[in-house]
């Protein structure tokens, strides 16, 4: 009889059938690519990598968001828009998972604690998570409102994977890293904002977790003052990671 396939990805599948179960995965042939860092080089396996996307949303990127209602400049938000414009096309074809890891509250907001619901609301009675923006009415950062989607300039394809967070750290209370081991990943590329909180909060978990995390410099900002930008690039390269540039994996797959 024939055999069945099980598994959601290639890369973790059993083949079974009444008289056997094999449980045997495919071995995949390593592509290299070696990038600079601030102090060295690193060689990762982009067939076992996966592109990381962290908050590139209407509340902490348009100016009619969240942060933008609240005075914030969000300008600094913005500066990741153009290189990952650049590089999201050239890793979908050379198959990299795009994962986009965004806030997407529940609209009875059960999951979030005043700890969480505190946070750019310390007063308790401004625009906090969940709250009706002043201009569009979309509730801050919930699930399918406008104001938790992808900004238009970064419009995701209907292949990138999409995981809703609900912390700092896409890890907690998420499928992030059951997707991830699924797809075999091993080498997590982390880009968006703010790098200092909820992108630098994602790769320490990630790290914890036994993943290599390289922070890509120039696809990741924040809105918070420059000591804490420069503190973080300085704690991932010392602790945590590698930092490195688009450029140079775009550099890489070009080249191949």
Request: contains cysteine; glycine residues 6%.
């Amino acid at each position: 009889m024939p055999a069945y396939v099980l598994g959601s990805t290639q890369q973790n599948q059993w083949r079974v059938s009444p008289e056997v179960v094999d449980t045997l995965r495919p071995t995949r042939q390593s592509r290299s690519a070696t990038l600079e860092t601030r102090n060295r080089s690193v060689i990762i396996d982009l067939n076992r990598s996966a592109l990381v996307v962290v908050d590139m949303q209407n509340d902490f990127c348009h100016p009619d968001g969240w942060l933008g209602n609240l005075g914030v400049d969000i300008n600094p938000a913005r500066a990741p828009i153009s290189p990952l414009q650049q590089l999201l096309p050239t890793l979908r074809e050379a198959d990299v998972p795009i994962i986009w890891l965004n806030w997407g509250n529940r609209p009875d907001k059960l999951n979030l604690s005043p700890a969480l619901l505190h946070v750019y609301n310390p007063q308790g009675d401004g625009i906090g998570l969940g709250d009706p923006l002043p201009i569009s009415g979309a509730p801050v950062l919930e699930a399918g409102s406008w104001a938790a989607a992808v900004v238009d300039e970064l419009k995701p394809s209907e292949d990138d994977i999409h995981v809703n967070k609900y912390r700092m750290s896409g890890f907690q209370d998420t499928e992030l890293d059951s997707i991830l081991r699924n797809l075999d990943v091993t080498t997590l590329l982390f880009a968006g904002v703010n790098v200092d909180q909820c992108v630098l909060c994602t790769l320490q978990d990630a790290n914890f977790r036994g993943y290599d995390c390289l922070l890509l410099e120039d696809c990741s900002a924040t809105t918070s003052p420059d000591y804490c930008r420069d503190a973080t690039l300085y704690n991932v390269q010392q602790c945590f990671g590698f930092v490195v540039n688009s450029t140079e994996i775009l550099h890489q797959l070009k080249a191949d």
